[in-house]
């Protein structure tokens, strides 16, 4: 130290221990080191990465098949006549229970359509179809707790099996009914246009099946679900079911999700995994879904 100046603080003991390049001076050193600016931008890359990806795998969806595809694709799920059938259900309008678009139009709709497979189904199979008209009430946990009454509600449902009766049933469910100022193309109008696809393919599939399959299109799901009370505590058929799908939707668009199974049934899902191309389920889907 020169004579004359005074030194002002202690020396720095752990001098010894700093970077070579360390002279004294912070902005050298802030600037030669900006470690947390590294790691910032490696996780944003990394994050924006992931972002696009499941953005671009959002886009991976079978490729549709039109009808003119048919031939070449005995056997196949045909989108355009899914796509017709949403069209045709949602050009009658709003379909609240009791009105004459969900009572009369849809169920007639319905049951056109049905007995018109029902006239190529493959003699392998054995169909029936019934119009259930179904009253009843039931108490449920909501708010303060309500019951819920209904009388003449429908369900338009239809059973394939093979010839030989077999005791055993597989249930799918969507409803046809929808609120008061919406025609249902997504709740729940798709999902009816895919069960009725579905029940094309098998009837007409030469493969006869080893148990029943019940297709349930219930007519009165909006009213807290009084259809499908209707059929699970009245129908004839309700007590074979062994294992149930129910075909739901919510928003306007989106891939479709498998957001709930039943705990003790993990063989679902894993049918569902082998089955399915895409297959896409959440369990904070459920979450939102239940809360």
Known sequence: MKEGLRLRGPRNKNAHILPKHYGGNKEIYKFSLPLSSSIFFSVLFILLSVYYTIIEMEKILPTPLMIEDELNNPGRFISERALNHVLNLTSLGPR???SFENEVLAVNFLTR???SMFSKA??????SI???RTSGAFTLDFLDGMTNVYKNVQNVIV???PLESSPHSLLLNCHFDTVADSPGGSDDGASCAVMLEILRIISQSDDPLIHNIIFLFNGAEENLMQASHGFITQHKWAKEIRAFINLESC?????E???QAGPENPWLMEAYSKAVPYPLASSLAQEVFQS
Not at 122 to 127: L, N, Q, S
């Open 257 to 259: 999700i498998l957001f």
């Open 96 to 98: 609240p229970v009791g």
């Open 113 to 115: 359509e049905i007995n």
């Open 130 to 132: 019934d119009i259930q």
């Open 122 to 127: 493959k003699k392998v199979h054995r169909v």
């Open 159 to 161: 059973k394939i099996g």
């Open 251 to 255: 928003g306007a668009g989106g891939r």
